[in-house]
């Protein structure tokens, strides 16, 4: 017999029967007890707390920036034009740092990080710039950006030797190096070179010979087909003796006439000014008149003793003796002297160029007594340059 349940005694109900499976099912948990009052006060603090910081944050940041900016557009310390090199192969640091040493900026750190944030780290030049007084900043940034250098300039004249220019180059302290010969003469082009700091004075003897070699082809190749000249280089050797002979632009041609009639006849060319060359050399300058023993003294150069044209030019000529002698007035002198102007004075005859000789001479005369030049005894002077006393035919 089973015994069920009888009622509660206490309110006269029968207990609930479970089924035997929710008997076997545990009993879920209590629900959490609600958070505290304080716990929720301390999360608003923090909310609040990383609300300001951010709000600080922001607008420290904003002030830093319009500082920064400001900064960058300011005024600069410089109190004059100030030229800085910048060395080849510098990063943006060193180049800002050089800036701030030579005054030209207040930060080196503002300077390197307008380069980051604008992203120009790889466009920044080296070179030598001129900073106007007062540059800020952004204008010191955008003249390294810009790449224009200061640029110097080398004037060489037409009729140096070879030796005379290096001399030139190696006086020049804003080139560097040195050169490692002197070049062969009249392989160097006369003109006036642009060049920036840190270039080398080989590097302008290099281009002088790039130069020379390239107008010379031109001008060989234009040049009037019936000159006794074999090769390039006879005419740049002709071409160093007119360059010598005259430094008026207008009688070069001329000048080179008389040679070429000269050559075509057989004749020496008697040129003082290989004389010179014969005895000095690449110095160039002899320091004094030619005497007449010098005349007389054989070397390779002295076109009063030798046949035709000497070995090597004597000079570096420029492009309009080159020119003139590729394309030589057409006339029958075979002469000229000085004429007491600074030019010279044409004949084609022997009798002719003797009475031009004379009248220089008496120029020459007045001028001595009037300086109170003694006149010359033992070995007399020769006639001045560009003045052939003879004609002497082969």
């Known amino acids: 017999m089973i015994d069920r349940p009888g009622p509660n005694p206490q309110n006269g109900s029968r207990p609930a029967i479970k089924s035997p499976r929710a008997a076997l099912e545990p009993e879920s948990a209590p629900p959490p007890p609600p958070a505290s009052r304080h716990a929720r006060n301390q999360w608003v603090v923090i909310g609040n707390l990383i609300i300001t910081i951010l709000l600080v944050g922001l607008v420290g940041g904003m002030a830093a920036f319009l500082y920064a900016r400001q900064a960058f557009v300011a005024q600069g310390p410089l109190q004059q034009d100030r030229a800085v090199f910048i060395e080849r192969g510098s990063t943006a640091e060193a180049i800002a740092q050089t800036l701030e040493r030579n005054g030209v900026i207040n930060s080196a750190l503002l300077f390197s990080a307008a380069v980051q944030l604008y992203g120009v780290r790889g466009d920044l030049k080296w070179g030598e710039y001129l900073f106007p007084r007062g540059a800020s900043t952004a204008e010191a940034l955008a003249?390294?950006?810009?790449?224009?250098?200061i640029e110097y300039r080398v004037t060489i004249p037409e009729g140096?030797?070879?030796?005379?220019?290096?001399?030139?180059?190696?006086?020049?302290d804003v080139l560097?190096?040195?050169?490692?010969?002197?070049?062969?003469?009249?392989?160097?082009?006369?003109?006036?070179?642009r060049f920036t700091r840190g270039t080398t004075r080989q590097q302008m003897i290099d281009q002088m010979t790039q130069f020379q070699t390239r107008l010379l082809q031109q001008i060989w190749a234009r040049r009037s087909q019936d000159l006794?000249?074999?090769?390039?280089?006879?005419?740049?050797?002709?071409?160093?003796?007119?360059?010598?002979?005259?430094?008026?632009?207008?009688?070069?041609?001329?000048?080179?006439?008389?040679?070429?009639?000269?050559?075509?006849?057989?004749?020496?060319l008697q040129s003082d000014p290989t004389i010179?060359?014969?005895?000095v050399?690449?110095?160039?300058?002899?320091?004094?008149?030619?005497?007449?023993?010098?005349?007389?003294r054989l070397t390779p150069y002295n076109t009063y003793q030798?046949?035709?044209?000497?070995?090597?030019?004597?000079?570096?000529?420029?492009?309009?003796a080159m020119e003139a002698v590729a394309n030589p007035v057409r006339h029958r002198d075979l002469f000229f002297v000085a004429d007491g102007t600074g030019g010279h004075v044409f004949a084609e005859t022997l009798e002719q160029?003797?009475?031009n000789v004379a009248n220089w001479r008496r120029i020459e005369r007045e001028r001595a007594e009037a300086a109170g030049t003694p006149a010359a005894t033992a070995d007399t002077p020769a006639a001045p340059a560009g003045t052939p006393p003879r004609a002497t035919t082969r």
């Open 143 to 149: 003249i390294v950006l810009d790449g224009k250098p």
């Open 276 to 279: 010179i060359y014969g005895i």
């Open 306 to 320: 030798i046949d035709g044209l000497p070995p090597t030019p004597i000079a570096n000529p420029g492009r309009a």
């Open 353 to 355: 160029h003797n009475r």
């Open 228 to 268: 006794p000249l074999r090769t390039p280089e006879e005419l740049v050797i002709l071409a160093s003796i007119v360059e010598k002979e005259t430094g008026k632009a207008e009688e070069r041609p001329r000048v080179a006439g008389v040679f070429v009639n000269r050559l075509n006849r057989r004749m020496r």
């Open 160 to 172: 140096l030797t070879s030796e005379q220019i290096v001399g030139r180059l190696r006086d020049n």
């Open 176 to 193: 560097t190096g040195d050169i490692a010969r002197i070049p062969r003469e009249g392989s160097l082009l006369p003109d006036t070179y």
């Open 281 to 296: 050399g690449g110095r160039g300058a002899l320091g004094r008149p030619i005497l007449q023993s010098e005349i007389q």
